[in-house]
């Protein structure tokens, strides 16, 4: 029998590994929980994402979501769906492969998001519930900034520790609210900004495996996104076991100088 492989974890857990295989895998996790464990959680969180996100298929699409080459006249109603599903198609790939399920196509990428350090997956999260949310006309946030202090207390007891606000209207960004999002391990909080000419970033924070080492400032795009004009990206740090995550989409410069403002408000506080 070849050995139990990550691959075959993984797609047990989809619900997509060949029958003659499962009985094997079954019989492996019974001789070890520790794998049994991260099955379960795998499917756990499956779940989740897919009650979160399932219903954004079926929602209008939002013509300001979409890139610029099919926001012009020649882009009738049809090219403008298709190109919101693929963008919504490729965050849900991401999303998988940040550790949700893992197993993509052909069984080879779940190999390489097994083996990604968890700030990166974290990041890879954060940039597609970005892609999802951010585009949201009526439904951006659960919780609007108006009530900011219920904000602050809902997500500081969901993350097990205090949240703090980022103040940042001096860089144009004014704060429309935030919600709860989910991320590997556990859950994550998510702020949004907005700043006058409706371009939108948000920022997300998570407690990070116990023994996470501090990362520095370092970027993140989605798979298969080159970062042309309006692509979205993130820049992701660790800092005493938590992950920050800023996305949007603005050039590498100025996203960046917002996680530097970011950054300097959590080192004053």
Known sequence: MPPISESDLHAYADGRLDPSRRAEVEAFLAAHPE???RVGAWRRQAQELHAALDGVLNEAVPLRALPPRLQGRAAGPAARAAGWR?????????LVAGGAAGWLAHGHADDLAARAPSAERFARE???????YAPE?????????????????WLSKRLGAP???????AEGYRLIGGRLGVAE???????????????RVSLQLRHMAPGTADAAF????????????GAA????????????ALAGPLERAALLALAQAVYRQYQDG
């Open 218 to 229: 370092r970027l993140e795009r989605l798979p298969g996104n080159a970062g042309g004009a």
């Open 35 to 37: 794998a049994a464990g």
């Open 163 to 169: 949240l703090r606000v980022p103040d940042l209207r």
């Open 86 to 94: 693929m963008a919504l198609a490729a965050s849900m790939a991401s």
């Open 126 to 132: 954060a940039l597609a519930s970005h892609v999802v």
């Open 137 to 153: 006309v009526r439904h951006p946030v659960e919780v609007a900034a108006s009530d900011e202090a219920h904000l602050v207390a």
């Open 185 to 199: 391990g556990g859950p994550s909080a998510m702020l949004m900004y907005e700043a006058d000419n409706g371009s």
């Open 233 to 244: 990206a993130a820049f992701y740090w660790v800092d005493r076991d938590l992950g920050f």
